[in-house]
C-alpha cells in the first residue's frame, strides 16, 4: 500500500456517488478509458469496468476483459503539417507508392471482427489518423452501413478524432445523425495554435479550425477539444483556457508534447523523433527500416532484456517541441485553480476528472496513468494491428485483422507483455510515490530519465506530475468527500472560496 496524499474515500461510496453525479459521468458514452490523444467527455466505462475493492492500486485481471481498436483509415497522411506530430513520419516506414487509404475490404473485415471480438454489448469506434476526414464522408457512411449490418445486437458508438479544418455541413449532418463523439484538436487563440499547426504550405489553420468547430455546434454535435501543450504554448495556460471556453468548449483534455531526437540512424530512415524506450521487445533502430509493415514483424526478443538502456538523461535530447516537465505541471496547476474556483460542473477537463476518479480509488481511465496497458490497439489502413499509437513499429506489429484473429492478437503473449511492462518496468522512485495512485509512472514512451539515485526509467513529466499531484490533493480532498457524502462535487467551489 503507498501513503496517501489525503483522505480517499471508500470504493462503495465512490461508486455510489459517480452513479448519482451526473456532472462528471455520461454513461450514455462507453469510454474505451485507453485513448490518451483522443479528448473524452465522460470518465467511465460500463461499470462491469470499475474495481471498487478499496485498494490503491487495483490489481487488473490477467487476462484481457476488455479490448479497444482505434483506426487509421488514411494512416499517416494529414492535410496539416503539426511540427509535433509524432505520426505524420510513420509514412516513411511504408513501401513508397503506399496507398495510405482503407480498402471497402479491410474495412468490413475491421467491422466484422472488431465487434465480433469485443464480449461487451457496447462497441466503440475510434476513428483517427494522419487526418481521418480525407477519407470523405462517405467513408463513414460506409461504415456505420456495415457496422448495423455486423452489429450483431451491440450497441455501436463510434468517436473521431480530427483537426475539424475539413467539416462542412455534410459532415455536420451526417455526425449527428450518427451520433459521433468528435474531438478537435486546438491549441489555443490563433498566434498559439499557427505556431505548431500550420498547413502543408505553412499557413494558419486556426480559421478552417474553428469554423469546423462552428460547424459542430450548428448541428448539436458533441464535440470535445483536445490542447497539445508544447513548449510554444505552456506558458500561456489561461489565455488557451479562457479562449477554449469562449468559443464554447465545454469538454477539453490537455496533452503534452514529450519527444526526444531521432539518432543518426533513426534519422536515415526518415524518422525525426526517437523511438520510445524498449519495453517487452528490443527495439533496435538498426532493424526498424529493413522491415517493411506490410510484412509480419519478427516475434523474437519478446524478454525484457534492454528496458531502457542507454535511453536515460544522457541519450537523444528531447526535441524544441517538447515540453517542459515542470512547466507543464505549472500548466495544468494554472487551469485547475481557476477551474476549481469557477467551473466545476459547466466545464469538463478530461485531466482533472482522471485525477478525481484516482482520489475515489476508481481505476484509472487513461491507459498513460493505468497499472498496466495494452488494451487498446492501432489499425493502420491496410489492416494491421499495432501494440499502440506510439509504438507503431514492426517490432511491435501484433498481426493484421484480414487474416488474423483480433481478440488473439490483443491477448497475446507479445501483447501482454507489452502491457504488463508499464508495471515491471516502473522504478522504486515511483514505487515509492506518494502520487502513485494517480500516475503510476504515466506513460512508458516517456520514461527516459534517471532518478536522483540513478535508475533509469523515470518519467520525463515526473517534476510536472509531482507538483500538479501535490498542488490539487486539498481540492481532490474536498471533491471526494463531498461525492463520497452524496452530494455535487461543484460544491468544492465554494468550499475552495471559503
Ligand atoms: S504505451 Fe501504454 S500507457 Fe503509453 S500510450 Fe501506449 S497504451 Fe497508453
Ligand atoms: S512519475 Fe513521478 S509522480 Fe509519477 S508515480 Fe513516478 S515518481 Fe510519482
Redesign the pocket.
Known sequence: MVSQPGRLIDGDQALSAFRKDAWIVRKDRCCPALLPRIGRRHLLRCESRLHLGGTMNPEPAKSLTGIHLMAKPVGPLCNLDCGYCFYLEKESLFPARQKFRMSDAVLEAYVQRYITAVAAPEVEFTWQGGEPTLMGVEFFERAVLLQRQHANGKVIRNTLQTNGTLLDDAWGDFLKRENFLVGVSLDGPRELNDVSRPDKHGRSSYDDTVRGLAVLASHAVDFNVLVTVSSANVGHALEIYRHLKEIGARFIQFNPVVERDASPKETVIGLHFAVPPALSRTVDADSIGSKPFSEPAQRGGTTLNRPVEGLDATGPAVTSHTVGALAYGKFLTSVFDEWVHNDVGTVHVMNFEWALASWCQLPPTACIFSLRCGKAGIVEHDGSVYSCDHFMYPQYRLGNLVTDDVAAMMDSPAQRAFGDAKETTLPG??RR?E??FA????CPKNRFITTADGEAG??YL?AG??HY?RHITPAMNIMARLLGEGRSADGVMQQMGD
Open positions: 522512485e515511483c510515490c502520487f502513485r500516475c503510476n509512472g504515466e523515470l518519467n515526473c506530475y509531482k499531484f
